[in-house]
């Protein structure tokens, strides 16, 4: 069973940066493609951006020219750099394979955007 564990969340002031990144324990970055979800307080999960295996990008875009998102298949990890933060980018941050994802997910990175 994959294992998913995200993390570089945290408190940032509008305007700011964060770099997520979300390690597997199995070889998958360069077999799958890979994606950031988000889920908000009282909101369903949407997906933020993902990569496919070949490296082909999409972007949400609500989060378009702002995220962007990149993979080291030798470390197993992805990442996700967030410039230009907007408090509406306030959720947990989940990484998973896309469009299918795994049943189980990680516990998430909290990303708050408050002054």
């Known amino acids: 069973q994959v294992q998913l564990v995200e993390s570089g969340g945290g408190l940032v002031q509008p305007g700011g940066s964060l770099r997520l990144s979300c390690s597997a324990s199995?070889?998958?970055?360069?077999?799958?493609?890979m994606a950031w979800y988000r889920q908000a307080p009282g909101e369903q999960s949407e997906w933020v951006a993902s990569?496919?295996?070949?490296?082909?990008?999409g972007y949400a875009d609500s989060v378009k020219g702002r995220f962007t998102i990149s993979r080291d298949n030798t470390k197993n990890t992805m990442y996700l750099q967030m410039n230009s933060l907007k408090p509406e980018d306030t959720a947990v941050y989940h990484c998973n394979k896309a469009p299918f994802p795994y049943n189980s997910w990680g516990q998430g990175t909290q990303v708050t955007v408050s002054s």
């Open positions: 199995g070889n998958i970055f360069s077999v799958h493609t």
């Open positions: 990569i496919s295996s070949s490296g082909v990008t």
